[in-house]
């Protein structure tokens, strides 16, 4: 599966942003996604991940009530609904593919990375 990441950029705080994930080659339908971020000097942390069908999810601490992650199965895309923006959120921000839930070294295949560069 090749993951392809958009829709990162600069926002002030309090702001809002949308990330997308678009996945080709093996239908992704058959795993969960999940986005990943890493802030400057910091390990890769996990962020939010969705089943298969889309009917849940899960969420770290830091973005629960914020953030939204969702899919649409027929276009084999991810998204990341980020809302209420904190300067703390600034980081890359990757997708990924697999069977795992909040590790990162239970996921496959990973996209490019799109940065999130949040303004206080």
């Known amino acids: 599966v090749q993951l392809q990441a958009s829709g990162g950029g600069l926002v002030q705080a309090g702001g809002s942003l949308r990330l997308s994930c678009a996945a080709s080659?093996?239908?992704?339908?058959?795993?969960?996604m999940g986005w990943f971020r890493q802030a400057p000097g910091q390990k890769r942390e996990f962020v939010a991940v969705?089943?298969?069908?889309?009917?849940?999810?899960l969420y770290s601490d830091s973005v629960k009530g914020r953030f939204t992650i969702s899919r649409d199965n027929a276009k084999n895309t991810v998204y990341l609904q980020m809302n209420n923006l904190k300067p703390e959120d600034t980081a890359v921000y990757y997708c990924?593919?697999?069977?795992?839930?909040?590790?990162?070294?239970?996921?496959?295949?990973w996209g490019q990375g799109t940065l999130v560069t949040v303004s206080s």
């Open positions: 080659g093996r239908t992704s339908s058959m795993y969960r």
């Open positions: 990924a593919v697999g069977l795992g839930y909040t590790s990162e070294f239970e996921y496959e295949n």
């Open positions: 969705v089943s298969r069908s889309g009917s849940s999810s």
